[in-house]
Structure formats: C-alpha cells, structure tokens
C-alpha cells in the first residue's frame, strides 16, 4: 500500500472535518456517560486549537465551546 501524503491545506481540512463531523454524532444523543463527555471535551480543545488556523473560518464556528456546550 503506497501512503498518500497530504498538504498542510489538506490535512488540517480532513482533522478539522473529521473533528467536526464527530463532534456532531457524540453530542446527538449527549448522555450521562462520563467517557463519552470527555470525548467530547478532548475533541473541543482541539477545534479550539485548530481556530487559530484562517481556513477555519469556512466552518463558520464562532465559539467551539458554545456550539457544543461544553461548559
């Protein structure tokens, strides 16, 4: 198997879709389930992270924290 590399462009475009798009399926069904919240604590901090990056502006995410809740 050849291993594709990635622009910075790409990459960060493909964590911060994927960051997203699981984000959006575990808080869904948000529970009780400790695990789980930090989960989705953990993949917060890091779409703060990826924020400082101009391209994540197209996702139109003001306030990663806000959107999901984390308080």
């Keep these: 198997m050849t291993k594709k590399f990635l ?3 790409e990459l960060l475009t493909y964590l ?3 960051l997203i798009s699981s984000l ?10 400790g695990f789980i919240n ?3 604590t953990a993949y917060v901090d890091c779409l703060e992270i990826l924020d ?5 502006e197209r ?3 003001k306030n990663v924290e ?3 809740q984390i308080e």
């Design 7 to 9: 622009s910075e462009e």
């Design 66 to 68: 806000k959107k999901y």
């Design 59 to 61: 996702y139109g995410i």
């Design 38 to 40: 930090g989960e989705i």
């Design 24 to 33: 959006d399926e575990l808080t869904k069904y948000r529970t009780a389930d």
């Design 16 to 18: 911060a879709e994927y």
């Design 52 to 56: 400082f990056w101009k391209g994540f």
